[in-house]
């Protein structure tokens, strides 16, 4: 039995590809080039500030610290994405991964039900890059055993310390033991949720759904919380932000506002540096008022920046992700240009079948005047 024989779209595709990734290399160099001359022109404005008597501000990290604190991502929704989905939710654990590594104050990140499209993606066309990231754990198994391991990584002093936006603020909770301060708790975190998260507290767990889905599956992460008997909450994005239009929440966002909030101790300011801008999005005017206040980390400048030295060996992590970024990018102006194209081919068989075509004309102001021309 002869095989079919592939399409021309569908051999410009493979050719498309082929050389994606022969200049993988080539890439790489050019990211590289461009972190370098970024970090030289940081360095000229220190030196500039420095000269002019100014405080120099970067929230670049060295080291950062870990807090007994644990976000998972939920990706057992495999059969319900579509595969540019799947593209989506790669690059957004990838965003969550590099958010998490270069705060100043991090969480324990784990990757839950980590197989399917997802893992095939990670292990081929990202290259099995995520094999070398730090602090972060994937785990085949579902979000309920990941929480269970969970309370083993925020234990003894790897778990992390009690700083940031969970410094004690009273002696006797500085005192207990981890598993008699009671703060501890399991929470999956859903816009559906009729309770509204407050605060992050100490050796707890919050679980983040990975799903990409368009809306398609609205409250499914509630309902699979519900059924598996777990708390469940919701970020207070509605408290302190005035939205232009409903603003679905990405799984890298929810992420990267949790790891904000370890800094800052403040939900205001978490969504105001996280919520994209072309959102819309708005601190509320009574916000100063409501918000929960907080004293400046020790180092911190007062508007929750830390000045640091840039650490050279810093930017692998960001590479992963500006990978991912270019290729779905190449794939989006694939898909254009091959619409583009069939347009063009589409407006070309109606301009040139003979006549008949159809002018619409104004006549007089009133009703238009329709007429064939041959």
Same mark, same amino acid.
């Given at each position: 039995?002869?095989?079919?024989?592939?399409?021309?779209?569908?051999?410009?595709?493979?050719?498309?590809?082929?050389?994606?990734?022969?200049?993988?290399?080539?890439?790489?160099?050019?990211?590289?080039?461009?972190?370098?001359?970024?970090?030289?022109?940081?360095?000229?404005?220190?030196?500039?500030?420095?000269?002019?008597?100014?405080?120099?501000?970067?929230?670049?990290?060295?080291?950062?610290?870990?807090?007994?604190?644990?976000?998972?991502?939920?990706?057992?929704?495999?059969?319900?994405?579509?595969?540019?989905?799947?593209?989506?939710?790669?690059?957004?654990?990838?965003?969550?991964?590099?958010?998490?590594?270069?705060?100043?104050?991090?969480?324990?990140?784990?990757?839950?039900?980590?197989?399917?499209?997802?893992?095939?993606?990670?292990?081929? &066309? !990202?290259?099995? #890059? $995520?094999? @070398?990231?730090?602090? *972060? /754990?994937?785990? =085949?198994?579902?979000?309920?055993?990941? %929480?269970?391991?969970?309370?083993?990584?925020?234990?003894?002093?790897?778990?992390?310390?009690?700083?940031?936006?969970?410094?004690?603020?009273?002696?006797?909770?500085?005192?207990?033991?981890?598993?008699?301060?009671?703060?501890?708790?399991?929470?999956?975190?859903?816009?559906?949720?009729?309770?509204?998260?407050?605060?992050?507290?100490?050796?707890?767990?919050?679980?983040?759904?990975?799903?990409?889905?368009?809306?398609?599956?609205?409250?499914?992460?509630?309902?699979?919380?519900?059924?598996?008997?777990?708390?469940?909450?919701?970020?207070?994005?509605?408290?302190?932000?005035?939205?232009?239009?409903?603003? &679905? !929440?990405?799984? #890298? $966002?929810? @992420?990267?506002?949790? *790891? /904000?909030?370890? =800094?800052?101790?403040?939900?205001?300011? %978490?969504?105001?540096?996280?919520?994209?801008?072309?959102?819309?999005?708005?601190?509320?005017?009574?916000?100063?008022?409501?918000?929960?206040?907080?004293?400046?980390?020790?180092?911190?400048?007062?508007?929750?920046?830390?000045?640091?030295?840039?650490?050279?060996?810093?930017?692998?992590?960001?590479?992963?992700?500006?990978?991912?970024?270019?290729?779905?990018?190449?794939?989006?102006?694939?898909?254009?240009?091959?619409?583009?194209?069939?347009?063009?081919?589409?407006?070309?068989?109606?301009?040139?079948?003979?006549?008949?075509?159809?002018?619409?004309?104004?006549?007089?102001?009133?009703?238009?005047?329709?007429?064939?021309?041959?």
């Amino acid at each position: 039995m002869e095989e079919t024989p592939l399409s021309k779209n569908k051999l410009k595709k493979i050719k498309r590809n082929q050389e994606w990734e022969a200049n993988r290399d080539h890439r790489k160099l050019r990211r590289k080039e461009k972190r370098l001359e970024k970090r030289q022109r940081l360095r000229d404005t220190q030196e500039d500030n420095v000269h002019d008597g100014k405080e120099p501000n970067n929230r670049r990290y060295r080291n950062s610290v870990q807090l007994p604190v644990t976000i998972i991502l939920d990706c057992g929704f495999d059969e319900l994405m579509m595969d540019n989905e799947i593209k989506s939710l790669a690059s957004q654990i990838t965003r969550c991964y590099s958010d998490n590594h270069k705060a100043p104050f991090k969480a324990h990140l784990g990757i839950s039900s980590f197989g399917g499209r997802l893992k095939d993606r990670f292990d081929t &066309v !990202l290259s099995g #890059n $995520h094999s @070398s990231w730090k602090d *972060v /754990r994937f785990i =085949e198994d579902d979000f309920i055993e990941a %929480a269970k391991q969970a309370k083993e990584w925020m234990k003894g002093s790897p778990g992390g310390v009690l700083a940031g936006a969970l410094t004690p603020k009273d002696e006797l909770r500085q005192s207990l033991p981890p598993d008699q301060d009671g703060a501890e708790e399991i929470i999956y975190l859903t816009s559906e949720s009729p309770d509204t998260l407050t605060e992050l507290k100490p050796y707890s767990t919050y679980i983040v759904g990975g799903l990409v889905d368009r809306n398609r599956h609205k409250g499914i992460c509630y309902k699979r919380a519900i059924d598996r008997g777990l708390k469940t909450a919701k970020l207070p994005i509605g408290d302190y932000m005035q939205m232009a239009s409903r603003f &679905v !929440l990405a799984t #890298n $966002h929810v @992420s990267e506002i949790m *790891v /904000r909030w370890l =800094e800052l101790g403040g939900w205001g300011e %978490a969504f105001s540096m996280v919520v994209p801008k072309r959102k819309g999005g708005v601190l509320k005017s009574e916000v100063g008022e409501t918000r929960k206040e907080y004293e400046p980390m020790a180092g911190s400048d007062g508007k929750g920046g830390i000045t640091v030295e840039v650490d050279e060996e810093e930017g692998e992590d960001e590479d992963d992700a500006d990978e991912e970024d270019e290729k779905n990018k190449e794939d989006e102006k694939q898909k254009e240009d091959e619409k583009q194209k069939e347009d063009e081919k589409d407006k070309g068989i109606g301009e040139g079948d003979g006549g008949g075509a159809l002018n619409v004309t104004p006549h007089g102001g009133s009703e238009p005047q329709i007429s064939t021309k041959s």
